[in-house]
């Protein structure tokens, strides 16, 4: 497979209407706009659904659904929902979630993690057989298990919807691996002493891509890869910036260079490291967050035009 052409997602931040901030997206050239999964900010897919027919070409994802937060035939029906509103716009993105106490706070049960990832992987085989239209039965007798469950009517992508994972652990990548057709990388891994920073460097990356080509194997090539950026865009000093930040267990140094911090002097210089990240590493997508990548829309708007004059 040759080399993807960039494209760039927006992440809503929870403030403001998210469709104004749709329509600035599209304008913009990003690809897609990304809707976090958290009980402090409005519910994700109501407002997918909002921007979805405020706009024409912008696709809306999950960033990411917290797959302890809702029955997965309810999940689907949803999701569908904003498919069918947006005339097959949708992307599913997946985590397992890792704020116990939003969860507690629902009055659902927190599983562990593994309960949580396999989960993930459920959700991933049965989704795309959900939106094709097929009624669901599983096997055994566990509570939420789907007992000829089917979407109607079923949405326009079917089958071909977009599902990515995002997340940094070993069994969550591998997961993504054997069934995703995105896997985001976070950069860092939650614990309960905060976040671990270890894969935030640029040799980080390289590692936690070794990691999903060779538990891919002959899927790696199918699978399109992505970063979540935290802090991106111009600003005078990007030294000062990121020195400021106290960022324990990482020095300035990898952080200056990583591909979750995007920070430069101009535009040029993001550019550069953008094509540098998509020409060494094959990271093709690139999220940020809305209101924390100062200039960043100059940046999709000549990346993303650069790639759609090649087409």
């Known amino acids: 497979m040759g080399m993807r052409p960039l494209r760039f997602g927006l992440v809503w931040n929870g403030t403001g209407s998210p469709v104004d901030v749709a329509r600035r997206a599209e304008e913009a050239g990003y690809a897609s706009l990304l809707f976090p999964d958290h009980t402090g900010m409005v519910a994700p897919i109501p407002a997918m659904a909002a921007a979805a027919a405020a706009t024409h070409r912008i696709r809306l994802g999950t960033q990411v659904v917290n797959i302890a937060f809702r029955p997965l035939g309810a999940l689907a029906q949803e999701l569908a929902a904003v498919d069918i509103v947006s005339g097959g716009r949708l992307d599913i993105g997946l985590g397992a979630g890792y704020a116990e106490s939003e969860v507690r706070s629902l009055g659902l049960p927190f599983p562990s993690a593994g309960a949580r990832i396999r989960e993930v992987a459920r959700a991933l085989d049965l989704l795309p057989r959900l939106f094709a239209g097929e009624t669901v039965t599983e096997g055994g007798s566990a509570y939420g298990r789907l007992d000829g469950f089917r979407l109607e ?159």
């Open 153 to 311: 009517p079923a949405p326009p992508q079917g089958a071909a919807v977009p599902l990515m994972v995002g997340g940094n652990g070993d069994r969550l990548l591998a997961v993504g691996a054997e069934r995703a057709d995105i896997v985001q990388f976070s950069g860092f891994s939650p614990t309960p002493d905060g976040p671990d920073f270890g894969n935030f460097s640029d040799d980080g990356v390289a590692e936690r891509i070794a990691y999903l080509r060779e538990t891919a194997g002959d899927r790696f090539d199918d699978i399109e890869l992505s970063v979540l950026v935290q802090w991106a865009g111009v600003v005078p000093d990007p030294r000062a910036r990121v020195a400021a930040m106290e960022l324990p267990g990482i020095g300035v140094d990898q952080v200056l260079t990583s591909p979750f911090a995007l920070l430069g002097t101009s535009v040029d210089e993001i550019c550069a490291r953008l094509v540098d990240l998509r020409d060494r590493h094959g990271v093709s997508y690139v999220t940020v967050f809305d209101r924390q990548s100062y200039g960043f829309d100059e940046v999709v708007a000549r990346l993303a035009g650069d790639a759609a004059a090649r087409r």
